[in-house]
């Protein structure tokens, strides 16, 4: 089971940042997403598809449909320029798959 | 508040095993599933395989059996041995506590070690 997403979004600050995640019926699946800033270790944002874990700002949201996963981050700040990378479980396969990661720079 | 760390060698030899510790803190190892993940340079993560109940194991098929996960209950650590490394498994290796073993959510992953394969 592939993951596709972009290697890289840029955008301003203030403005909204639109991650999307690629695979076949995606939306059958559940979908994490994890932010990893540079030299750090990843962190979970966004658990089954659109829930966020306790102290991730409201302005991160998730949705699943169809083919595609998206990642949505509004007033984007700074502090958020990080890579982010989609995880699902393929219980089909008994695999664990990442996406290949995509870059958020704010610029 | 779960915490887990990564330790063990930084530089390991071509065709030698990779052995690697995780210690985890604010839980019993034998509680939950605990997975290992790495980022080779410039690549995205790649999962390499969880433990649970303290022995059951599955892995990542791209790894073509060099890989063992286990626990040492007593020390409340689990581990990872890759054996016969190449220089393509040079990578940041991290472990992580599964905190729900239905979609497989990492959360806490431990800050990270780097591992270098080189002769």
């Known amino acids: 089971y592939v993951l596709t997403q972009p290697s890289s979004v840029a955008v301003a600050p203030g403005r909204t940042a639109t991650i999307t995640c690629g695979g076949n019926?995606?939306?059958?699946?559940?979908v994490q997403w994890y932010q990893q800033k540079a030299g750090q270790a990843p962190a979970l944002v966004v658990h089954?598809?659109?829930n966020r874990p306790p102290g991730i700002p409201e302005r991160f949201s998730g949705s699943n449909s169809g083919n595609t996963a998206t990642l949505i981050i509004n007033r984007v700040e700074a502090g958020d320029e990080a890579d982010y990378h989609c995880?699902?479980?393929?219980?089909?396969?008994?695999?664990?798959?990442f996406g290949g990661g995509t870059k958020l720079t704010v610029l | 508040q779960v915490q887990v760390r990564e330790s063990g060698p930084g530089l390991v030899k071509p065709s030698e095993t990779l052995s690697l510790t995780c210690s985890v803190f604010g839980a019993f190892v034998s509680s939950h599933y605990w997975s290992w993940v790495r980022k080779p340079p410039g690549r995205g993560l790649e999962w390499i395989g969880y433990v649970y109940d303290a022995g059951t194991t599955n892995y990542n098929p791209s790894l073509k059996s060099r890989a063992i996960v286990s626990v040492d209950t007593p020390k409340n650590q689990f581990s990872l041995k890759l054996r016969s490394v190449t220089t393509a498994d040079t990578a940041v290796y991290y472990c992580a506590r599964v905190s729900d073993s239905s979609a497989f959510v990492f959360d806490p992953w431990g800050q990270g070690r780097l591992v270098t394969v080189s002769s």
């Open positions: 019926n995606i939306g059958l699946k559940s």
């Open positions: 089954y598809d659109r």
């Open positions: 995880q699902v479980w393929d219980s089909s396969e008994d695999v664990l798959v």
